[in-house]
């Protein structure tokens, strides 16, 4: 599998750690113990246990804080200990050094020592890139948590966008800047979509010139109110996980080099060289 081209699965995330979510949206919580839990204990034999006393039905085990290694083989033994409180080693987590190298031993151990139904779980600064890269080398790892590179922009610390003037008392207007041009008018944007279903090209156009396709600007606000209900969790969930999926699968990749098509409309190309003629 090369890792620069392999499509990346659609479903990573099916929780969140953020328990400020979990109440105001319902999205389920995850969660697993922290260095400092084991730290603070005299043993890490005695924190997996205490951490499985306390959780027992989400008992996932932090085993990268001294050896990796030989922490899955403490798992190992512990579990028929385990067992006998009503807790079962639902995953261990890694979160250091080579994931993969370290994936591939931990599975030997636990497959070794019967837990074949335990999963492995790994974090620790990951990406979109890191992640197809672990897939792409078959690490045996079930479960990612993605947590600073997925609410920080790692790869474009800022976004340089700004509201720009394209109409003014009911004339359209436009920047000419050099390289920072812009185009008049009220817009919108019309998809189109092969016989696959899947986005083939956008056309960029005023409001009022219809183009095939389907339009993709709509009101949601209106004079600082919304128009509608927020929609449920679940409704922006699936809307999102079948646009990604009607992405043309090029573009899927991480590796694409191959540019979406928007074409810009006539009509607001004609308005554009009229704004231009009446401010020369």
């Not at 050896?67 to 009503?86: D, I, M, S, W, Y």
């Amino acid at each position: 599998m090369n890792p620069q081209t392999s499509p990346l699965p659609t479903d990573l995330y099916s929780g969140s750690a953020t328990v400020l979510v979990g109440a105001e949206f319902g999205i389920p919580l995850y969660g697993t113990m922290a260095h400092s839990y084991v730290q603070a204990h005299a043993s890490e034999k005695a924190a997996f246990e205490h951490f499985a006393r306390s959780h027992p039905a989400n008992t996932v085990l932090l085993i990268d804080t001294y050896n990796t290694e030989a922490a899955a083989e403490k798992v190992v033994k512990l579990a028929p200990r385990l067992r006998q409180l009503g807790a079962r080693v639902k995953a261990v987590r890694l979160d250091s050094g080579s994931l993969s190298y370290h994936a591939i031993k931990v599975r030997r151990i636990l497959d070794r020592g019967g837990l074949k139904e335990t999963d492995i779980f790994c974090s620790g600064n990951l990406d979109e890139y890191a992640i197809q890269q672990l897939l792409a080398e078959g690490a045996p790892i079930d479960g990612f948590g993605v947590g600073t590179r997925l609410d920080t922009s790692a790869d474009a610390p800022y976004l340089d966008c700004a509201y720009k003037l394209v109409e003014y008392a009911g004339k359209p207007r436009r920047k000419r800047s050099e390289g920072k041009a812009t185009w008049p008018g009220r817009k919108q944007v019309y998809r189109g979509y092969g016989t696959d279903g899947r986005m083939e090209r956008d056309i960029l156009t005023l409001e009022n010139d219809a183009q095939p396709g389907t339009p993709l600007i709509q009101p949601y606000m209106l004079a600082g109110k919304r128009l509608a209900a927020a929609e449920p969790l679940e409704e922006s969930r699936r809307r999102a996980a079948e646009e990604l999926a009607r992405l043309p699968e090029r573009l899927q990749r991480l590796g694409s080099q191959s540019p979406y098509p928007v074409a810009v409309a006539t009509a607001l190309g004609r308005m554009t060289k009229a704004v231009d003629r009446a401010h020369q």
